[in-house]
DNA sequence: AGGCCGTAGTTAATCGATTACACATGGATG
DNA sequence: CATCCATGTGTAATCGATTAACTACGGCCT
């Protein structure tokens, strides 16, 4: 900067002003500063800026798995609804780990990030009440945790789940095999709640942990048990069971009903294609994303709550009828 | 840390020996600053650490495309391979789209990330110069550029290649759809000369840019044209052509041989599944992310070429006998 | 003419770290 | 006993920006 105060003829505080546009500087002096700048190649150091003015422009997004396309999607809608508000968005991949996820949520922080998007792990509050505690902006995105005291975006996917188990029931089934998430998230939590609540005791209930390896184990127990439907918690989970199906050879939805939560593009292309939960991802990105640029903004955005819908695509068989 | 220095009675020369674990301070005076530290939660500033350091522990990632799930893989693999030589990984996402791309870039440099790794989304160089101009280590990943000097780490598909196209001329297949991508990347042309080459004159060439929706037109613009095998070069074009197949109604292997560069935990659980040439993705990031780090390190790393493999599963037909 | 004001630009303090150099202390050496 | 060295710590310059406070200049009013 100082090169080209000097190039320019001026000081480095006139370059500053060119810089932010602020009103001070001649058109002339503005130009002269311009080409000094061009013909140097300058280009500011956003370090010392940042550093100087205690503002990042970059928001942190810490996900659980970079590799399910649920949190990729999210993680792109937050990108453009940031991008669009010149924020640049940090994306930390939390691989459903705690100790990476503070791990990253600590790094975020220590690079100075203006706020932070966080898919908790699992709803202990912990972290979350570090991040509070540093009185640096936060919103919580998919998952909540216990008494959460900070905006909280996610997608209701009771009605569905409800719609979901009405259709079963009245198809007849009476052993329905759930593949649940982890009992210590929150979405792993409610939606098994929920599903199992309107099931009566149709429900039988494997844990998984949202990761295809858990999907596939769980669909071969509950297999061997003898259900006649299959419900999985979330895609991944939902891949692994498919995995399972097809290796004994199971005709959806013949022998065995199924459904999953979340949608993925590929869906609809399996025979018959599955019928889904859907989650209205991107929006939950894009609202995330608002709410956090509301709460660095100095306003105090309300939790946002979306909700998923019941796609009937014939992998339930005539429970769609 | 003046705070800190003051509590501990020392100076932030001193806090600053222990918190980089120089040899100097006493152990007896380590403690008293730890302890500081501790009680005041001090958190060091990692933008004035590193301004004043001119080194910041991070790698700038710009890939092509978030939501295709080969350059999520890849993101992963790189963020691993990085966080494991105590780096950290920013991600931009340039959905296919040069200017976007250039942005990326400019903000990664403006904010002095270490080195870059870049999928660039053209094979034109000007911007892989300016990166270089500003002598800033930088590594191609997966497509390179025009004249690059710079190390290239990529898959090559050229074995497998000819291998499926001579699997599909002994079948007899006379007309052969290649849904390709854009001619102006060095993946999209490099993959399909070598497919046409060893095709001879069967194939018929449809251009694309690597997203779903093309694929889908594409397919629809040679099945009309009668051909009896498709190819895909990648698996988001893949996806598409899928779909198209589909709404078609149309039969695999029966009514259509297919085959997709690249694969993806799905395809196996298609009926049939989905013959594809897989590419080392895990390796290609990490050899991406250490190749970075060795230019970083002063060092200079050789290109990287590791080798695509043809999966057969059963959607090419007899072309697999 | 003298006082006042607005404008364009400069000087220098500051953000929060790192680190070369200076300094003090104490034990070993000639 | 003076000299020297090793060791642990403090002082202050520095990284590259921003910005409050100040100066210089010219015109306007009385």
Same mark, same amino acid.
């Given at each position: 900067?100082?090169?080209?105060?000097?190039?320019?003829?001026?000081?480095?505080?006139?370059?500053?002003?060119? *810089?932010?546009?602020?009103?001070?500087?001649?058109?002339?002096? $503005?130009? &002269?500063?311009?080409?000094?700048?061009?013909?140097?190649?300058?280009?500011?150091?956003?370090?010392? $800026?940042?550093? $100087?003015?205690?503002?990042?422009?970059?928001?942190?997004?810490?996900?659980?798995?970079?590799?399910?396309?649920?949190?990729?999607?999210?993680? &792109?809608?937050?990108?453009?609804?940031?991008?669009?508000?010149?924020? #640049?968005?940090?994306?930390?991949?939390?691989?459903?780990?705690?100790?990476?996820?503070?791990?990253?949520?600590?790094?975020?922080?220590?690079?100075?990030?203006?706020?932070?998007?966080? #898919?908790?792990? %699992?709803?202990? =509050?912990?972290?979350?009440?570090?991040?509070?505690?540093?009185?640096?902006?936060?919103?919580?995105?998919?998952?909540?945790?216990?008494?959460?005291? #900070?905006? @909280?975006?996610?997608?209701?996917?009771?009605?569905?789940?409800?719609?979901?188990?009405?259709?079963?029931?009245?198809?007849?089934?009476?052993?329905?095999?759930?593949?649940?998430?982890?009992?210590?998230?929150? %979405?792993?939590?409610?939606?098994?709640?929920?599903? %199992?609540?309107?099931?009566?005791?149709?429900?039988?209930?494997?844990?998984?942990?949202?990761?295809?390896?858990?999907?596939?184990?769980?669909?071969?127990?509950?297999?061997?048990?003898?259900?006649?439907?299959?419900?999985?918690?979330?895609?991944?989970?939902?891949?692994?069971?498919?995995?399972?199906?097809?290796?004994?050879?199971?005709?959806? =939805?013949?022998?065995?009903?199924?459904?999953?939560?979340?949608?993925? =593009?590929?869906?609809?292309?399996?025979?018959?294609?599955?019928?889904?939960?859907?989650? =209205?991802?991107?929006?939950?990105? &894009?609202?995330?994303?608002?709410?956090?640029?509301?709460?660095?903004?100095?306003?105090?955005?309300?939790? @946002?709550?979306?909700?998923?819908?019941?796609?009937?695509?014939?992998? *339930?068989?005539?429970?769609?009828?």
């Amino acid at each position: 900067m100082k090169d080209v105060a000097q190039h320019a003829g001026v000081s480095t505080a006139t370059v500053s002003r060119v *810089l932010n546009g602020h009103a001070a500087p001649t058109p002339e002096t $503005r130009e &002269r500063v311009l080409a000094a700048i061009e013909e140097l190649g300058y280009r500011r150091n956003a370090l010392a $800026r940042s550093l $100087r003015t205690t503002s990042t422009q970059t928001l942190g997004l810490v996900i659980s798995d970079l590799l399910n396309p649920f949190f990729a999607e999210i993680a &792109r809608a937050v990108e453009d609804e940031a991008r669009s508000q010149g924020y #640049c968005v940090v994306i930390g991949n939390a691989d459903e780990n705690t100790e990476q996820e503070a791990t990253y949520v600590r790094t975020l922080l220590d690079r100075r990030v203006d706020g932070l998007l966080l #898919c908790p792990a %699992t709803d202990d =509050p912990g972290l979350v009440r570090e991040v509070s505690a540093g009185g640096v902006p936060l919103v919580l995105l998919d998952r909540t945790v216990r008494g959460a005291t #900070c905006p @909280v975006v996610r997608a209701d996917g009771s009605e569905a789940l409800t719609a979901l188990a009405r259709r079963l029931v009245g198809a007849g089934h009476t052993r329905i095999g759930v593949i649940a998430g982890p009992p210590n998230t929150s %979405t792993g939590r409610e939606r098994t709640d929920v599903l %199992t609540g309107s099931l009566g005791g149709l429900a039988q209930v494997v844990h998984g942990d949202f990761r295809q390896g858990s999907g596939s184990q769980a669909a071969a127990r509950l297999l061997d048990d003898g259900v006649t439907a299959l419900i999985a918690m979330d895609n991944l989970m939902g891949l692994g069971a498919l995995g399972e199906i097809r290796a004994r050879a199971l005709q959806i =939805p013949h022998d065995i009903a199924f459904a999953v939560f979340d949608d993925q =593009p590929w869906f609809p292309l399996l025979d018959p294609p599955i019928t889904v939960i859907a989650q =209205p991802t991107v929006e939950m990105g &894009r609202a995330a994303a608002r709410s956090l640029l509301a709460l660095i903004d100095g306003r105090q955005p309300d939790d @946002v709550r979306l909700t998923a819908k019941l796609v009937l695509r014939g992998s *339930l068989g005539e429970a769609e009828l």
